[in-house]
C-alpha cells in the first residue's frame, strides 16, 4: 500500500510499504477513506518531537470502512462499517479509562516500560507519533491497523459525509476540551491564542459552551478571518500588543478563561529579544510575540484557569511559576479524552449546530501529502487545515 513515512527532519515521503495485518485479536484493519494533516503532525515533521524511527508511518486522523476484524473484536465491529478512529488508543478497560480519562490509557502504550521511564507513568498509545507513545502506525496511508478496535473507533451514521465527521477523531474534541475545561460561566470572556485548526474548533466550542466574549490571537490574516466569522473579536499580535488589547477587550482586569492552541510553534514565534532579556522575559514586560504560556499567566484575570491543549515536548523554558502561584490560578491541560466527548459532539454536527468541515482549505490525493505538510507549516496559499484522500 502507499503511506507517508517519516524519514527525519523536514523528509516524509510517500512509499510503498507493507500492508497491515491483524496481529491481536482486538484489532481491526481500516481502509482509510479520509485522513487530515494536524498541528501535531508539523511537530513530528520538523523534529520537535523525539522518539521518531525512520519508517514510521504517520497521520492520527483519519476515518474509513473496517475491512478486517480480529476474533475478540467481531462483537462491537463488522466489516463494511463505517468508522472515524480517535487518535487515543483506548483499552476501555483499564482504572483511567473507567474514569473517562482516556488519553492516559493504563494499557494501549505497548511501550508502556519507556513511557513509564519519562514520564513516571505511561500515558495512552497513539497513532503515527512517537515510540514514547507506542510508535503504532499512522492513519495517512490507504490502510490501517486498529488496536483494541472494539472500544477505539466512533461508528458513522449514513447520511454525513467523511468531511462532516472526520475531525471527531481529534481536533473537534480537541477544541472541544480546551473549552470545556474552563468550565465557561455566561459572563466570561474566553482569550484563545492561535486560530489554526485546533484554535479554530476552540474558538466555536468556546462560543456553543455559551462565554460572552472570545477573542481569538493570531498574525495570518485568512485564520483571523475565519476566527471574525466564527463569532471571535481578533488580534493580529504581529500589529498590536496583546496584552494592552486584552486588557482594553476586559475593562482591564483580563481574561478569565485564557487558551493556549499554539503549542511548541510558540517558541519560534518568541522574538529574539525577549528571548536575550531574561529579566524582561521572567517579569514579562515585554508583551508581544513573548512565549504564548507568559503572556497567558500575566493577563490572566486572577483566580482565572489557563487551559492548554498545545502539544509541548521536553522541557520548556522560563514559566514564571510565582505569578500563576500568586493570583491563583488554574491549569488544565493534555492529550484529549477523545472518545469522552464524541457521542455529544456527533449528536451536534446531526443537529446541524456544527458542521466541522468549514476549516477544510485544501483537498488532495495522498502523494501530495510530503509538499502539503510545508505548505499547511508555512501557512501558503491560505492553507488551514489539509484533507487527503488515499
Ligand atoms: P497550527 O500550527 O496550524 O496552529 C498554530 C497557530 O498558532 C498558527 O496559526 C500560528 O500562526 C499561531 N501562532 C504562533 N505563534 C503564536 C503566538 N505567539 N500567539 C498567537 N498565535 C500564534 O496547528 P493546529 O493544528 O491548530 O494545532 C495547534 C496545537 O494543538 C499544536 O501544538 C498541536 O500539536 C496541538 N494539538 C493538541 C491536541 C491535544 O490532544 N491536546 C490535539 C491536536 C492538536
Ligand atoms: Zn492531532
Ligand atoms: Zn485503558
Not at 14 to 42: Q, W, Y
Not at 109 to 121: L, T
Not at 290 to 311: D, Q
Not at 314 to 320: A, R, T
Request: charged share 25%.
Amino acid at each position: 500500500m502507499r503511506a507517508l513515512v517519516w524519514h527525519g527532519a523536514n523528509d516524509i515521503r510517500c512509499d510503498t510499504v507493507a500492508d497491515p495485518e491483524i496481529e491481536h485479536p482486538r484489532d481491526a484493519i481500516v481502509k482509510v477513506t479520509t485522513c487530515a494533516i494536524c498541528g501535531s503532525d508539523l511537530h513530528l515533521h520538523d523534529h520537535f518531537m523525539p522518539g521518531m524511527e525512520k519508517g514510521d508511518i504517520v497521520g492520527h486522523e483519519f476515518m474509513g470502512e473496517v475491512v478486517d476484524v480480529g476474533t475478540e473484536a467481531k462483537g462491537a465491529l463488522k466489516v463494511g462499517e463505517r468508522v472515524v478512529i480517535p487518535f487515543t488508543i483506548i483499552c476501555g478497560e483499564c482504572d483511567q479509562c473507567k474514569r473517562g480519562n482516556f488519553s492516559v490509557c493504563e494499557r494501549s502504550n505497548r511501550n508502556k516500560a519507556m513511557a513509564d521511564k519519562i514520564f513516571g507513568h505511561t500515558t495512552a498509545g497513539l497513532f503515527g507519533y512517537t515510540h514514547l507513545t507506542g510508535g503504532y502506525a499512522g492513519g495517512q496511508a490507504e490502510y490501517v491497523r486498529v488496536p483494541f478496535a472494539d472500544r477505539t473507533h466512533v461508528k458513522i451514521p449514513d447520511g454525513l459525509t467523511d468531511e462532516q465527521v472526520l475531525f471527531l477523531g481529534d481536533i473537534f474534541p480537541t477544541g472541544w476540551q480546551a473549552a470545556a475545561q474552563c468550565d465557561i460561566q455566561p459572563t466570561d470572556t474566553v482569550a484563545i491564542w492561535g486560530c489554526g485548526p485546533v484554535g479554530q474548533m476552540t474558538i466555536r466550542s468556546a462560543v456553543l459552551l455559551g462565554a460572552k466574549q472570545v477573542i481569538a490571537i493570531d498574525r495570518v490574516p485568512e485564520r483571523l478571518a475565519m476566527a471574525q466569522a466564527g463569532g471571535a473579536t481578533t488580534i493580529n499580535f504581529d500589529e498590536e500588543s496583546v496584552v494592552e488589547r486584552l486588557n482594553e477587550l476586559t475593562g482591564g482586569k483580563g481574561p478569565e478563561k485564557c487558551i493556549d492552541a499554539v503549542g511548541m510553534e510558540a517558541h519560534a514565534t518568541a522574538t529574539l529579544d525577549s528571548m536575550m532579556d531574561r529579566a524582561k522575559q521572567a517579569l514579562m514586560l515585554e508583551s508581544d510575540r513573548a512565549h504564548v504560556l507568559r503572556e497567558m499567566m500575566y493577563v490572566c484575570r486572577p483566580a482565572g484557569t489557563l487551559s492548554i491543549p498545545g502539544v509541548y515536548g521536553g522541557l520548556i523554558d522560563k514559566i514564571p511559576f510565582g505569578m500563576a502561584m500568586n493570583k491563583g490560578l488554574t491549569f488544565r491541560m493534555g492529550q484529549t479524552h477523545v472518545n469522552r466527548w464524541t457521542d455529544d459532539l456527533l449528536r451536534r454536527i446531526q443537529e446541524g449546530q456544527i458542521d466541522p468541515s468549514f476549516v477544510i482549505t485544501h483537498t488532495v490525493p495522498l502523494d501530495q501529502g510530503p509538499e502539503m505538510y510545508k505548505t499547511f507549516r508555512d501557512k501558503r496559499d491560505g492553507c488551514i487545515k489539509v484533507v487527503l484522500k488515499p
